[in-house]
């Protein structure tokens, strides 16, 4: 359970509450937020896939319970709850489309089933999206007008997030940056979702694992190659490690990386001029403080200044998300926040 020090004492929070439930393929995260975004009670458990969806969404509503309680706060001061799956989705109609490494969750009305259990209604959202919200309502792009979130980890999410609105679209498939077309070579690296080119082909933790291992099989890299020999398991972290120690193989790896979100980026300023752009998720190798952080970012930029309009490369921030793994909790819950706020305006 996340350190209860790190909670907002109930006697400085602000009414109403908001609960967000963060559903990933291993944790289910439950957060209770006061109306500033502030955490009062946190709560988290395995997503335990095999035990079927209805077992998930039963434990997912009582999380919401529980958190209430931990925070000594009434059902009736809560609003409204928010969802945040992983996607594709349909928002409108409340369930995955595809569910990708939770089996069993395609078409399987998710939100509805969420909101019996919990017995609030729920705000449904792709989890990125929600990360990308959370940034804007209290994190690196708070005060900002606009923004886009790119999300780094076993693939590439998005979020697209204007004014109070979070860009959806007709068929709940906006928003997925992660599937810009980067290379329409006959030789691009095929995505994940079985279409190739796609900049989750070149910029995430798979594509990442998948080049380094063509890597240690072609023997260009040597570092890597004694590393797994020597039972170390490939993942990103290790590349990361191996960076930092100097590697070169290493180092060129996530150079490609960001070549690459540079050229995604670069589309998509062109395309939504966007007031920040943040980068987000597990595979930020550290951060701005690490060095290989930093140099990752700063290589980014690099690539957007030689590619976009110079007034768009020099305006435009590009950063680091601030709110980490909170972001999927805090930011779904401050969706349910601003869909209560649209159906019930008295309310603001």
């Not at 109609?93 to 990708?100: K, L």
């Not at 996530?254 to 980068?279: C, E, F, K, M, S």
């Amino acid at each position: 359970m996340k350190d209860r020090s790190n909670w907002l004492p109930l006697s400085q929070a602000r009414a109403p509450f908001w609960a967000g439930v963060d559903l990933g393929g291993t944790n289910i995260k439950v957060g209770l937020v006061d109306d500033d975004g502030r955490t009062v009670a946190f709560h988290t458990e395995k997503t335990l896939v095999e035990r079927g969806p209805e077992d998930v969404c039963r434990r997912m509503g009582e999380g919401v319970r529980t958190v209430a309680e931990l925070a000594g706060v009434a059902l009736s001061d809560i609003p409204r709850a928010g969802l945040g799956t992983p996607g594709p989705q349909d928002l409108k109609a409340g369930f995955i489309i595809r569910a990708g490494n939770l089996p069993g969750f395609d078409g399987f009305n998710i939100r509805d089933r969420v909101a019996h259990h919990s017995g609030l209604p729920v705000t449904f959202a792709n989890d990125a999206t929600a990360a990308g919200f959370g940034e804007h309502w209290i994190g690196a792009a708070k005060q900002l007008e606009s923004l886009v979130l790119l999300t780094l980890g076993t693939g590439v999410g998005g979020s697209i997030v204007i004014g109070e609105t979070t860009i959806d679209g007709a068929n709940s498939h906006a928003s997925e940056c992660g599937h810009i077309l980067v290379d329409p070579a006959p030789t691009a690296r095929m995505c994940p979702c079985g279409k190739p080119g796609h900049l989750e082909a070149y910029a995430s933790a798979k594509s990442l694992m998948a080049m380094a291992r063509e890597r240690i099989a072609a023997g260009t890299a040597p570092g890597l190659a004694e590393a797994v020999t020597g039972k170390a398991e490939l993942t990103p972290e290790l590349v990361w490690a191996m960076a930092k120690n100097g590697d070169a193989a290493s180092l060129e790896l996530i150079d490609t990386v960001a070549r690459w979100l540079g050229i995604g980026i670069t589309t998509i300023l062109h395309t939504l001029d966007p007031a920040i752009v943040l980068l987000g998720g597990a595979m930020t190798f550290g951060g701005e403080v690490d060095r290989v952080g930093h140099a990752f970012l700063e290589r980014i930029r690099a690539e957007v200044r030689e590619r976009a309009f110079p007034l768009l490369a020099e305006r435009t921030p590009i950063r680091f998300a601030t709110l980490g793994g909170d972001a999927g909790y805090v930011g779904v819950a401050g969706m349910a926040r601003a869909e209560h706020l649209r159906l019930h305006p008295s309310d603001a």
